[in-house]
């Protein structure tokens, strides 16, 4: 998406020199390289070929682990924009929201990576019982994406879910949600760099995402998958007999 963009402009604008210098390529392995191991896409280092003059990071800080973790900022607008494409990944289980949230951030991080953007992921562990479109689920813990929205001038951290809440919300509010319950007890809440897929590498420093973990997160969003729509089938059998 917007790494084809601005890797095809460089394309056009050197294409009369292609076959007569070297500039061309290591250009765009330059390039290339900052796209993929960036923490947060650079826009201030040439930002001419960049391209997003206008894209702003914030950082938070988690306590529990001591990571600063960068967060691309963005409007309102551009939050519920971002939020809408993502649920309508179909690709991510959203009609299972019972369990498999580490695979469903993980994928929504790849998602805002083709869109430009840096987002995080917050965690919230301990014993959790959360109401769902399935019923109630009760949880070792629960993980969804994080980005910043600027709000009243003011930078928001805020959590993209689209498993729970149909709009953007501030994490707060998502973690008020997650211990709504009186059953519900929170052990600890940490942030993580979009690569952490779960509880076990809250302490890693990673620079890219694991093969290990795509894999894993192919597999297990494509299993919820087909559990979210035998599911659905099942309801709208027994709303038709039940007519």
């Known amino acids: 998406m917007i790494r084809s963009f601005l890797i095809t402009s460089l394309l056009i604008l050197n294409f009369s020199s292609l076959y ?16 993929k191991s960036a923490g947060s896409i650079d826009t201030d280092e040439n930002c001419s070929q ?10 938070v800080y988690s306590a529990l682990n001591k990571k600063s973790v960068e967060l691309t900022v963005m409007t309102e607008e551009r939050a519920m924009d971002v939020f809408n ?25 790849l998602d805002m990576d083709d869109m430009g953007i840096v987002s995080g992921k917050a965690f919230v562990e301990g014993e959790l019982f959360v109401d769902t479109k399935l019923g ?15 709000k009243n001038g003011k930078n928001i951290p805020t959590v993209i879910d689209p498993g729970l809440f149909d709009h953007p919300v501030s994490y707060d509010e998502w973690k008020s949600f997650l211990l709504k319950n009186p059953n519900s007890r929170m052990k600890s809440e940490y942030f993580t760099k979009r690569f952490n897929y779960d509880p ?20 297990t969003n494509r299993n919820y998958g087909r559990m ?16």
């Open 228 to 243: 979210g729509e035998m599911l659905e089938m099942t309801q709208k059998l027994s709303a038709k007999g039940s007519e």
């Open 85 to 109: 494409k993502l649920k309508n990944d179909e690709d991510i289980p959203f009609n299972y929201p019972l369990d498999g949230c580490y695979a469903r951030a993980h994928k929504m991080a």
């Open 200 to 219: 076990d590498s809250r302490h890693a420093d990673l620079k890219d995402y694991s093969e290990e973990d795509l894999d894993s997160m192919k597999q």
């Open 20 to 35: 007569a210098s070297d500039a061309l390529t290591d250009q765009l392995k330059s390039f290339s390289s900052k796209i």
């Open 136 to 150: 109630e689920a009760g949880w070792s813990y629960h993980v969804a994406s994080l980005v910043m929205v600027k």
């Open 50 to 59: 960049c391209a997003q003059s206008q894209v702003q990071s914030a950082t």
